[in-house]
C-alpha cells in the first residue's frame, strides 16, 4: 500500500489525523464549530471504530499553509479506547491515505488518548503499527500481465512528543513484523532452505547479529537427527540457523533467551502426502521460524535489550523422493531419546526437537520459547482468533501473557500432562511421531516436544498453525501471512524477560 512509512521528515503535512468517539459531535480536542464541527454533525459521522469523515478547512486568509484536508476517524466507545482499536484506527488511516495520495500526515490523537485514559507512548506505539502493517505490500511476484500501482512513501507525524516516540517504535515493529510476512508469502521454489539460511546472513550482516549455518556432515556431528532426517528427500538441503544476538553494554545476565522457529519451506507430508486440498499453502509451514526471524530483526534495530538472545531455525522441505524417511523408521536424538516415526506428515516436532536439545544443551538458556505452524489441530480448537500457548513456567507465562496483551496477538493456555505424555509412548521405541488416535491432537505436539526440554529450564511452545495467516482484510492485515509472534517476541524482550 506504501512503500515506506516514515516517522517525521520535512514540510507541512497536507492531512490532519483527528479523532471522534462514538456519537460525538467534536472532535476530542478541537473546538466545536468550524469544518470539524460542520462535518460532525452529519448523520455519516457515527463515530464507529475505523469511520472516516473528512472536513476541508477554509483556504486563504493570509494565513499559512496548513492542512487541505482533515481526516476525523472514528475511535468507538471512549471507554474501550486501547491498542487494539488504534491499530484498526490507524490501519484505515493508511487505506484512506493511500486512495487520497497524500504524503505527510499529522496525527492528533493525543488528547483523544489522555480522555480515554490510554497512554499516550502506548497508543502512539499501536497506531505506528496499524500504519507499518498496512502498508504492507507483496507484488514482487506480479509480472507483465498484472498492472502494479506505483507505491509512494507515507510520513507520518504528531506533536505529542510521547506519541511521536510511540509511532518510532510501532512502525519499526511493523518493519520487522514486514519481514517476517514477505518471508511467508515467497513460493517454496524461492524460499528454498538455502535462501532462508542466505536471507538469515543478510540480514545478520545489516544489523549486526551474528549468524552460524549449520549443514550438511555438520549435521551429523552435532547430532541433529530430526532436521537431516526430514529433509533427507529434498534437493534443498536442510540446516539449522543460529543467529545471536549480543548487547553492546555488559549484559545483565548472562544467560540467554532462546527462541526456536520451525522452518519448513514447503510440507507436503513427505510419503505420508498431504490429500486433497490440504497441501497447498504450506509454503507458510515457515512462519515460526519467519516470526523468529522478524522478532530477531525488532531486537536488533528496535528493541535492543541488555541482554543476549539467540534464535534457532529448524530449516528443511518435507519433500518425497527414494530417499525420503518413513513410517517405521527409528531416530535417536541427540539427548538419546528414540523416536518411531508413524507419520512423516508430523515432522515438524521432529525439527523442533533437535532445536529444543540444542538450546538446552548447548545454550545454557534462561528460557527457551518456539514458535511453530505444528498442528491442524489446533485451527480445530481454537480457530485463528488464539495461538496454542503451553506453559508451566509461573514466570515465563506471566511474561509472554504480558507481551501478548501489548502486541495484540492473542494466546490461550493449553495444559500439559503425564497423560499426554503417555499417549505418545511407542511399542518399539521410547516415543512415536504421532498416535493414530486423534484425542488432543495439538497438545499430543506439545507432549512430544516436552520430551525434548530439559527438566528445569522454563520453556513456552506457541502453536500458531490457526493465526499465521488470515483469508480476510481485518484490522490492520489483507488476507495472506500476519507475521504473527514477531511483535509478541520483540515485546518480551522489550519488556525485561
Ligand atoms: N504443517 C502442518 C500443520 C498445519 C496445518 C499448519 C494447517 C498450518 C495449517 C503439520 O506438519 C502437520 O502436517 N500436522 C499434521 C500432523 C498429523 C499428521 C500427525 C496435522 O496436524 O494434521
Ligand atoms: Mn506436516
Ligand atoms: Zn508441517
Sequence with gaps: MFKAVKVGGRGAAQVLVVGQFKGAKSAEGHAKDGAIGEVLSRTEATGDVGRIVEAFPAKGRGKSAGPSRIVVVGLGEKKSLNAETMRSVAAAVGRWIATTKDTKIDVDLAAACKAAGLDAQRAGCAFGEGLGLVAWTCDQFRGTASSKSTLTSLEVRSDS??????????????????????????PPNIATTSYMASEAKKMARQVGLKCTVIQGSKLDDEGLVGIKTVGAASENKPCLVRLEYTPSARARSGKPVVLVGKTMTYDSGGLSLKVGGSMAGMKRDKDGGCAVFGAMHAIATVIKPNRKVVALLCIAENSVSDE????????????????????????????????????????????????????????????????GMWCDDDKLRRKVEDASEVSGERVWRLPHHQEYRDMMKSPVADILNSNPNRKAHPIQGAAFLSYFVEEGVPWCHLDIAGVHATDKDSGPYIAGPTGWGTRLLAELLGGGA
Excluded: H
Excluded at 512528543?161 to 515467497?186: H, Y
Excluded at 531416530?331 to 533437535?354: C, H, K, Q, Y
Design 324 to 387: 525420503a524417511y518413513r513410517p517405521d523408521d527409528v531416530l535417536t536424538f541427540r539427548n538419546g531419546v528414540t523416536v518411531e516415526v508413524t507419520n512423516t506428515d508430523a515432522e515438524g516436532r521432529l525439527v523442533m526437537a533437535d532445536a529444543l536439545c540444542w538450546a538446552c544443551e548447548r545454550e545454557d538458556p534462561a528460557c527457551v520459547i518456539d514458535v511453530a505452524t505444528l498442528t491442524g489441530g489446533v485451527v480445530v480448537a481454537l480457530g485463528s482468533t488464539f495461538a
Design 161 to 186: 512528543k510521547p506519541f511521536a516516540a510511540g509511532l518510532e517504535r510501532g512502525v519499526g515493529l511493523a518493519e520487522s513484523a514486514n519481514i517476517a510476512r514477505t518471508l511467508s508469502q515467497t
